[in-house]
């Protein structure tokens, strides 16, 4: 039983685990007040979304409390908004059962729950030494994507296809069901690869090495800016790719997923045992010399 009562009755599926994620996207911190209300939707629950798809789960379920202020309180932003929620939701075959609205800055908060069987979820903390490094799809499309949108006033740069990429990331929840069971450790990339892959490090207490020529970078990222793609690859976040391990006896099985186009991911490193302090990962250029790690950070808006 969803919207209608004080609280919505869910019914799990018989033997599996409930994976309960909440995301909350802020006007100014997390997407710029130029967003328009069905960017700002799509943009919130693909976030979401791809909490899932780092658990390996099974998205079923989310709530949403917006918070609105009142110059955005009128039918045509909420339609818009609304489209873009339900875009998504269809999409990924999950359902609305409950939320709450309220007055203030504009605010999205959604709280995902997702289902995966027992034993089967992916954590950050399985990457064991001589594990090799994989992502998904292509990095610093989300920062190239933020560029386009910090650049449209003096319109230096435009890209439809980077625009899509920050506000509708695609949330990898088809890869990461076919990852159970053979990632050993997986995450999605918020923060950025260096500083997700870290989280990994940390939780699984290894190291890693990262090879900046294996890095995906998309054709159309490296020509907007052939200085800066690495930076946005390897520090950029935004991307909601997944960032994943594998032990070298669950590397066929990755390697015929990969070959037989189910699977788009490629390798970019490997993990090594830990070394003390400093940063978990390590980053090699095409002449295999470690580049300064001094990046680490989020790009705000306002
Ligand atoms: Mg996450």
Redesign the pocket.
């Known amino acids: 039983m969803g919207i209608g009562d004080d609280g919505a009755l869910i019914n799990p599926s018989d033997n599996q685990q409930l994976v309960v994620?909440s995301?909350t996207l802020v006007e100014d911190v997390h997407f710029p007040a130029a967003a328009t209300g069905r960017q700002v939707a799509t943009r919130a629950l693909c976030?979401n979304l791809?909490?899932m798809a780092?658990m390996g789960a099974q998205p079923r379920w989310f709530t949403l409390a917006l918070t609105l202020p009142e110059e955005r309180a009128n039918s045509a932003w909420l339609a818009d908004f609304s489209a873009g929620i339900a875009e998504i939701a269809k999409q990924f075959d999950i359902a609305l059962v409950g939320g709450d609205t309220t007055s203030g800055p504009l605010t999205v908060s959604i709280t995902m729950l997702g289902e995966v069987p027992p034993a089967e979820s992916l954590q950050r903390s399985g990457a064991a030494v001589g594990d090799s490094v994989f992502v998904t799809g292509y990095l610093g499309d989300g920062a190239a994507g933020l560029k386009s949108i910090s650049s449209i006033n003096n319109s230096c740069i435009n890209s439809d296809r980077l625009l899509q990429r920050f506000y509708a990331p695609q949330p990898q929840i088809k890869t990461a069901i076919q990852l159970r069971g053979i990632a050993s450790a997986c995450?999605?990339i918020?923060d950025g690869l260096v500083a997700?892959l870290g989280h990994i490090c940390q939780a699984s207490a290894v190291a890693a090495t990262v090879y900046t020529q294996q890095l995906p970078i998309a054709e159309d990222v490296r020509k907007l800016s052939p200085n800066n793609c690495i930076d946005w690859a390897l520090f950029g976040g935004d991307d909601y790719q997944l960032c994943f391990t594998v032990s070298a006896d669950k590397i066929d099985k990755l390697e015929q997923l990969i070959d037989g186009g189910e699977l788009n991911a490629c390798k970019i490193g490997t993990i090594q045992i830990a070394a003390d302090g400093g940063c978990p990962v390590t980053v090699l250029d095409s002449n295999n010399s470690p580049i300064a790690l001094n990046k680490q950070g989020y790009d705000h808006f306002g």
């Open positions: 994620a995301d976030v791809s909490d780092a995450i999605d918020s997700d």
